[in-house]
């Protein structure tokens, strides 16, 4: 296979993936769209986490969050807890990484309050301790996952979404979150601003 053969193969491949997920994911993200909302209009705020490339699209939406998706707009309460390297390497460095965004949530997190937790593998210590502290402190769950969902499906209560992609490969699933962030994004516009 040549090299632009391959690459569009990537194009329809992560096409394909979208498409197939579309019916699957757009309720579950029209309800985190809600629950985000409800949370905000009652002066609560979203609190982020995950590794490597979940870190990096925690960041990105807790971003989207305090500054704008597409539409200008106040900006809304949201933390990403692994944007603070001083904090997670402090943490680490007692050799506590599992611990890294736990200790987080039970020092910034309040009742009412939703911790949105990215796992790929659905299996982290860290994000599933940062579930755990989150239910100790009465917050819902928006939780991302991967293929059977992991670990992170034992600590999801009625209450709380799951945001499954139902696939293995880590860069088409890593593709589809990017795209749920920004329908994420654009719902909770949509029901701050009335855009129809």
């Not at 599992?98 to 009742?111: E, F, N, P």
């Amino acid at each position: 296979m040549d090299l632009s053969a391959r690459i569009s193969a990537h194009f329809e491949a992560s096409a394909q993936l979208k498409l197939a997920l579309a019916e699957l994911l757009a309720g579950p993200i029209a309800q985190s769209a809600q629950m985000i909302v409800d949370a905000i209009l009652n002066e609560k705020k979203v609190l982020s986490c995950g590794n490597g490339a979940g870190a990096a699209n925690a960041q990105y939406f807790s971003s989207r969050m305090l500054g704008h998706y597409e539409m200008e707009r106040p900006g809304l309460a949201s933390i990403a807890l692994s944007a603070d390297s001083t904090t997670i390497t402090a943490i680490a460095n007692l050799g506590n990484f599992d611990q890294a965004y736990a200790k987080q949530v039970q020092a910034l997190g309040q009742s009412g309050d939703i911790l949105l937790a990215i796992s790929t593998s659905g299996n982290s210590e860290s994000i599933l301790n940062a579930i755990r502290a989150a239910k100790e402190r009465n917050m819902k769950v928006i939780a991302f996952s991967s293929g059977d969902g992991g670990k992170v499906m034992e600590l999801l209560e009625d209450q709380d979404i799951h945001l499954g992609v139902p696939h293995e490969n880590a860069a088409r699933v890593q593709e589809v979150y990017i795209l749920i962030l920004h329908c994420l994004c654009d719902a909770i516009d949509c029901l701050l601003l009335g855009v129809e």
